[in-house]
Structures are given as C-alpha cells and as structure tokens.
C-alpha cells in the first residue's frame, strides 16, 4: 500500500532556519553551527538558546537559571506519579507527567516543557527502583542535575561532560518523525506541550528513538567481539534489523556517532560498568557493516546516531528502557523551536493522500 509515497523519502515538507542533515557529506548543521563546533564545546543550555533565538519574546541571553527554576517548578507534578503509572515503560510514565502540563505558546511553557521530561524521567526510574524522586537544584546546569535527580548523589565533572555533549548531539536533526509530527501539531495551533506530546509519541518508536536500548540488548546477545559476524548474520537471516544501522537521510556514517564515540572515550572505560563495551561495539559496528555492505550492496547502510548512545547512556548508569526518554531531554529543545517556527509560517500543514481503494459499485443495493 502506498507504493512509492511510503515514507514521504526526499519529499520536503518546511523551511527552516534551524538544522540541516546533509545526508551525502555526513554533516549536521545546527543554526550556523557544524555539530563539531558544538558538541563538547557547548552546554545543552546555550544549543537551546541558540535553537530558541528569535522565537520567544523576552528569551534571555543565558537559560541556565531559567530552566533549572523551570526544573524545580515541575517537580510538583510528581505527585501524581502512582503505582498504575510507575509500572508502565518509563517513556509512557513520563510523557503522562508531561501531559499534566498546560498549553500555551510562550516561554514559560517552553521552558516548563524542557524540564519535563528530566525531572519526570528521573522521578520515574527512581520509582521504579522503589527510591523516592530527587527535588531538583535550580543552581546546577541541566545535564548535571539530571545525573543528580536520577542517581541521588553528584555525578562526576566526566559524566556531567558526556551527557551534555550527547542532548548537544541530539538536540535537533532536521524534518526527523518525531519534529515533523511536532510540527504537524503546531500547524493546527494546538500548543507547544501538544507539539511536545506528539513528538514523544513519534519518538518512543524503536525505528526513531527507541533503538539503543535494543542495541544494548544486540551488545548483550553477541557477548564476545569474535561472535559478532556469526550472531549479525543470524539476526539478518531471522529478518531482523539491525539495531543502530541505516538511516533515511545519511549515506554515510551518522555525524553524531563520531561525536559519541568520542564521549564515550573521554568518558574512559574505566567509568564503564562493563569492561570491554566499548572494543565490543567497535567490534560489532565493523562486523554490521560489512554484512550490511554484503546484504544490500544497493543502499549504503551506515552506522547511525544509535550504537554509542546506546553505550553512552549505559556507561552513564540510565536503566536501558529509560534511554528514549533521555533522548527526549534533549530533542524537546529542537521541537519547541521547530513548533514555533511552524506557528510563525501560520499554515495548517495538511496533505493529500492518493485514493486507490474501490470505486462504489453501480446499483449497490442499499444496506440492511
Ligand atoms: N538492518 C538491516 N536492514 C536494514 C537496516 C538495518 N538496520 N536498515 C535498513 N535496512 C534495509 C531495509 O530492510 C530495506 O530492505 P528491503 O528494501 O530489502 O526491504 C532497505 O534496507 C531500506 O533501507 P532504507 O530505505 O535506507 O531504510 P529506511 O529509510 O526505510 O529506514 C531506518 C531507516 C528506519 C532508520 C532503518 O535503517 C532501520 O530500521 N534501522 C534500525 C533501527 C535504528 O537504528 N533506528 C534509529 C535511527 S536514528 C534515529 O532515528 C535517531
């Protein structure tokens, strides 16, 4: 069904001033900014700033302390997190919480929206592990708090640099399913937090942000580098996908990956809970590849975004089904900016789709 509109592959569908996915050079533009120039270099804060400029009235030069107050404020939403919720996934308990939020289109939604999904998560994944929630400190930068809320005690300064150059990395990535369906939703001038809610629908999905837990699990089931080839080809064989491979846009490997590699390296194995992860995953990415080159030697199927998020977010001790929730902490950013700008475009987005159903028979008789 569909035919060749499956997937809308190479249609655009906006304008936009906020991020470009070159696809054949392997090159991620952020406002200006190469994702080199940021990632390690910036805070998650000033990317948002950045994302954020001329978009809000009375957006401040720095939003550090205007999220970390924004943290604080939702953290009374927490109440409502009970048994029923905290045994669903984390992503649905989370994006629960944030559904409690009210709509609205200035900046202090914005900035409520952005604290959400940290504070929210952390209390979640506490609860799961029967701990009380962490009442956020307004005074630290967001990805150190988000440590903080989520482990009860400070994280190291290494940590606090790796996840901050990963919601650098993540922050936004073009006409992507989760900032297209934000958009959608801002087209109709529904509210930044339903923009915000339909962007966490679109990203729980393992073929968007849901894919490095099952990485995690693929690092797990290959065990030993010497069995990757043989467990891909399984995998391959059963009509699996292989987890943190290919992507609808890049034809070469995925920018953000070298920079997660490289956080996942300055984070030292020695901060990893499992030794050895990381010359598994290099292991594994070498041996996807070539079966990936071998399988389907017409599409070049690079490694994505996905593999060393996977092993970021391990290293750094978030429970596996938490990580898309992680992965909205910092794409939130991106769709409040996609949001507004599709507000200030002011056009309802709605396509056409192309009939190819029946045609209504002559002379039918009428129903019963
Ligand atoms: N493993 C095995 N085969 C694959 C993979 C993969 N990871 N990716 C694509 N293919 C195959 C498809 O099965 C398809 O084969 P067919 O034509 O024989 O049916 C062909 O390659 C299609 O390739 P594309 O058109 O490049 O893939 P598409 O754009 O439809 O999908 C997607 C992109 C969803 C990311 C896909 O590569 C995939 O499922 N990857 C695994 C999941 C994943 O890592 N998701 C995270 C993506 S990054 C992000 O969203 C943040």
């Not at 000033?46 to 205007?66: E, N, S």
């Not at 953290?75 to 045994?87: K, S």
């Not at 080809?233 to 070298?258: I, K, N, Q, W």
């Not at 041996?287 to 996977?310: F, I």
Request: aromatic share 6%; charged share 25%.
């Amino acid at each position: 069904m569909g035919g060749e509109l499956d997937g809308l592959e190479g249609v655009v569908a906006a304008e936009t001033v906020l991020s470009e996915v070159d696809g054949a050079a392997g090159r991620l533009i952020i406002r200006g900014f190469t994702l080199d120039e940021l990632s390690g270099r910036w805070t998650f804060e000033a990317v948002a700033r950045l994302l954020w400029g001329g978009f809000f009235d009375g957006l401040p030069d720095d939003l550090r302390p205007a999220i970390g107050a924004a943290r604080e404020e939702v953290f009374g939403e927490v109440r409502a997190l009970d048994a029923a919720l905290v045994a669903r996934p984390p992503m649905e308990a989370m994006r629960a919480l944030t559904a409690r939020l009210s709509d609205g289109d200035d900046l202090a939604t914005a900035l409520r929206l952005t604290a959400a999904p940290a504070v929210f998560t952390a209390a979640v994944t506490r609860a799961r592990a029967s701990e009380a929630a962490v009442a956020p400190d307004a005074a630290l930068g967001h990805a150190e708090d988000i440590l903080r809320m989520t482990r009860g005690a400070p994280a190291r300064r290494a940590e606090v640099a790796a996840l901050d150059a990963y919601l650098v990395a993540v922050a936004d990535h073009g006409l992507n399913a989760s900032t297209f369906a934000a958009r959608v939703v801002a087209s109709t001038r529904a509210g930044l937090t339903s923009s915000v809610l339909a962007g966490l629908s679109a990203l729980k999905g393992p073929l968007h942000g849901g894919a490095p837990g099952p990485v995690i699990e693929m690092l797990d089931a290959v065990g030993e580098p010497r069995n990757a080839r043989v467990w891909l080809e399984a995998a391959l064989d059963r009509g699996d996908r292989l987890m943190g491979f290919g992507h609808r846009v890049y034809r070469v490997r995925d920018p953000r990956a070298d920079a997660l590699r490289r956080a996942v390296k300055d984070l030292g194995e020695g901060s990893n809970r499992l030794p050895g992860r990381l010359a598994l995953a290099e292991a594994v990415e070498a041996a996807a590849l070539a079966v990936l080159a071998e399988r389907k030697p017409e599409r070049s199927l690079q490694t994505n975004v996905e593999l060393y998020t996977g092993l970021l977010l391990e290293a750094l001790a978030f429970p596996r089904d938490a990580f898309a929730c992680v992965f909205a902490m910092a794409r939130v950013a991106g769709w409040i900016a996609h949001a507004r700008e599709q507000q200030a475009a002011g056009r309802l987005i709605r396509p056409q789709s192309r009939y190819v159903g029946p045609e209504p028979a002559e002379g039918r008789p009428a129903a019963a």
